[in-house]
């Protein structure tokens, strides 16, 4: 098989998967006008259109359909001979794509790769962020960071430490409105929510209160779809707000936020590290998954001491 047409079947497999040249693109780190070349020099050899064009959409045509999942098979085929070879070399090193939400791949993963690459120097990271659920065995992810409950079966996982869930606020908002002793007491405060970008809802905050886990939904003046908006305004003084402790702490060493309600702090055990069963063996997979676990345990302990 040509060189060519075994790029056009990569190009194909990965538009298939994400349903955009674009997307493919971004994945496979080269320009949509390649991909969308690519494509169409296969669909020309092949005599047979692949994708149905329209000025919104992209859909894959029943040939292309019926050739897509061979695409795919032949796609996992060739990067399981890559980590075979990658295995064979004892120092890590080659490309490492690595997917994880925005709030830990700024405030967790992202300070710690200078450190990593130190050690590294051979491997290149390609830190990707997106508070959206990636599927990384098409997407060519080797690693994924994730917060909440695991549904995919075909990934190898590992959990990190707990972290807290607390309420923040300026010192200036509570000096003027005064600090709740107990959640019954926000309702008489200005708040601000987080609305997942996944499913659209809003937040809701949950307290430990005794030996169970209550949780409220307050009526927010001001709702943001991403966590480092949200301790932006709490610090601009727009009222009261729960966050990730890791997220929280760089603000409340500058002393531009302090906890409210820590004794009611609630622990999540929900971040865990993902991916495919191909990567097992890889160098720099095992050395990266070394890293996070080092770092969740060293920031976690540091933000859990921080709001109790």
């Given amino acids: 098989m040509a060189l060519e047409r075994l790029t056009g079947l990569i190009a194909f497999a990965r538009v298939g ?58 796609l996992r085929d060739a990067e399981e001979i890559e980590q075979a070879a990658m295995t064979a070399r004892s120092e890590p090193s080659g490309t490492l794509r690595v997917a994880a939400p925005l709030p830990i791949g700024v405030h967790v993963i992202a300070p710690a790769l200078p450190a990593f690459r130190k050690l590294y120097p051979k491997v290149m990271v390609d830190l990707r962020l997106n508070d959206q659920f990636v599927d990384i065995i098409e997407e060519g992810i080797d690693i994924a960071v994730r917060i909440g409950d695991l549904a995919d079966s075909r990934l190898l996982s590992r959990s990190f430490e707990p972290h807290l869930l607390c309420c923040f606020a300026s010192p200036a908002y509570l000096a003027m409105r005064g600090t709740p002793a107990h959640p019954d007491e926000l309702a008489g405060h200005d708040t601000v929510n987080l609305r997942y970008q996944s499913t659209g809802q809003a937040m809701r905050w949950p307290f430990q209160i005794g030996d169970r886990v209550i949780e409220v939904l307050p009526p927010s003046g001001v709702v943001v779809d991403v966590s480092d908006a949200l301790v932006a305004v709490l610090a601009a003084g727009g009222g009261i707000g729960i966050s990730a402790t890791f997220v929280a702490v760089p603000y409340v060493a500058r002393g531009e936020l302090v906890p409210v309600l820590p004794e009611f702090a609630v622990e999540r055990h929900n971040i865990t590290a993902v991916w495919p069963e191909s990567r097992r063996a890889n160098p720099a997979v095992r050395a990266f998954l070394t890293m996070l676990q080092e770092i969740f345990q060293e920031r976690m302990t540091a933000t859990t001491s921080l709001s109790v």
Avoid: W
């Fill in 17 to 74: 998967s994400m349903g955009s040249f674009t997307a493919a693109a971004r994945s496979l780190s080269i320009s949509p006008s390649a991909v969308s070349k690519s494509v169409q020099r296969l669909e020309r050899h092949l005599g047979v259109s692949l994708f149905t064009r329209t000025t919104r959409s992209l859909t894959l045509t029943p040939e292309g359909r019926e050739l897509h999942e061979r695409a795919l098979r032949l």
